[in-house]
């Protein structure tokens, strides 16, 4: 199973999508993430610094690159143990490509 780790700075709750100022990156993240954990062969897990820290410490790649860089290098994306984005959220072309499905129509899940 292929596993799309993403390690976000500290956020309200674990969807990041509550607050007065929602993120629109993190409602189309949400929703995308719901329709690749449907798939049997992909997993997305969002690793939130506020709720589970020691994911971050666990994480030697992204540990590094906080202590190198400070927080403000989050959010990152690791994909199947590589470290594919610094920075900001995955594009939906980006998504796609990580989780091998057509994510851009809002349809139904293909593979792609």
Do not use: W
């Amino acid at each position: 199973m292929r596993k799309i780790n993403i390690y976000e700075k500290a956020l309200c709750c674990p969807t990041g999508v509550c607050g007065p100022s929602v993120d629109p990156d993190l409602i189309r993240l949400t929703a995308q993430t719901k329709r690749i954990n449907q798939s049997e062969n992909v997993r997305v897990l969002r690793r939130n610094l506020a709720q589970n820290p020691n994911a971050f410490v666990r994480e030697q790649q992204v540990a590094k690159l906080i202590a190198e860089y400070g927080i403000a290098i989050l959010p990152v994306t690791v994909v199947a143990g590589k470290v594919m984005k610094l920075g900001g959220y995955p594009t939906t072309a980006e998504m796609s490509a990580y989780s091998g499905m057509d994510l851009a129509d809002g349809g139904h899940l293909e593979q792609v």
